[in-house]
């Protein structure tokens, strides 16, 4: 059996997420046996805590006991990111499949619907936005905060399992638990339906018609997946603000999640309606993302490989001889990552969400409309940007703005 299934992972889980449990409090195994039941051995608890310990949860000190782990500040920014971008992989991967496997995640999405109209006494209409005020709304009691996040991690997991990769939906699960333990990872009601709301949301770009052979639009399903993480991160700002007014700020920097408004109440759609329009958004997005890039050389450093290996595998499909559907698919799905990972590695989380929604307006994801000289011509762009980036030679922004006003070329003609 998964040592994560057993009963004291589950007592231990419950723990952290009721707050009982919290960073550099003691595990006592008398405890764990006490609570969860004399018939578990401790043999099985220190199995139990040995891989909480690997995963980063728990520490165990010989001779001193075992202990909840702090996250520090650098650590909860690093786990923050790694998890954002270990799960948008896995809503990206589900999304390339014809028919996405969602029943498991909408039998998790429909009992968190359930738990959380009973705390806010209002239904939950799908497209409607969570109003500012809930007048009938509570405070949600421990147990209904415990069930609505084991709901919430059974939601996430159910998406990563879907997409094929059930060992990064446990790893998601760890960083979550983490976070969760930094006080990054709460709920008042409010949060709790925008939380449905969103999940929703993501669940209906994920949807496709297998029969028509239309798959979901990675870039609509992307959107979504990080309006649920933003929001999920500006939640606990607000809370964070409250009690520690610097941290959130120490953490994420000035530009990452504080001090950015909601994208269409900069933008909203009845101003972009022009193609124009939507081109010089995405060139001044993507030009401020790669500039505050080029001001970070450890981010440059870090995000190298990425840029790297997404590359690579775009110029494995454009010398091709002969291209499919899915192949144009996964070449538009590695074009836009791309990008999107030099705005996240600038730490600029709003000139992500500008550029991958300007993208998905533009049509620049309609892969039938790609020819292979294209495809040759955007990868030899993309290469120019990753050396004037790995030389630090101060062209990086002149060279993304070659490649944009390139790409804007092609599409007009």
Known sequence: ?????????????????????????????????????????????????????????????????????????????????MRVATEEFMVVQLACKRVPDLEDAMLAQNELKELV?????????????????????????????????????????????????????????????????????????????????????????????GRSGIRPDINAVKLAYRVHVRNAARHWWRIEQTIQPNLAEEIYGQNYVLDIPDFHEVYPNESLDTENELWELRIATELLAVKKLMQAPDAIHNVLTTLLSLNANMSLIANQKTLSPDDLAKFDSFDVSFHTAISFAGGLLFAEEAIVFAWHRLGLSESTSREQPDLTAVVSDHDKIIQALKTADGTADEKMKDHLTNARARRRN
């Open 117 to 209: 109209e009973g705390i806010t006494e209002q239904r939950i209409e799908i497209g409607e936005r969570t109003p500012i005020i809930i007048p009938g709304a509570r405070l949600p009691t421990v147990d209904e905060r415990v069930k609505f996040l084991e709901l919430d991690h059974r939601f996430h997991e159910a998406i990563g399992i879907a997409a094929g990769y059930p060992q990064l939906a446990h790893d998601v699960d760890m960083m979550r638990l983490k976070l969760m333990l930094a006080g990054t990872v709460d709920a008042d009601a409010h949060r709790m339906d925008s939380t449905v709301r969103e999940h929703f949301d993501l669940l209906q770009t994920l949807n496709s018609d």
């Open 1 to 81: 059996m998964n040592v994560f299934d057993s009963e004291v992972s589950k007592w231990l889980r419950k723990s952290f997420m009721s707050g009982d449990l919290r960073p550099a409090d003691v595990i006592s195994e008398n405890i764990v046996q006490r609570e969860v039941g004399r018939k578990v051995s401790k043999i099985e608890i220190r199995k139990v805590l040995t891989h909480y310990e690997a995963n980063g949860i728990v520490k165990i000190l010989p001779k001193k006991g075992t202990f909840v782990c702090h996250i520090d500040k650098d650590q909860l920014r690093q786990v923050w990111d």
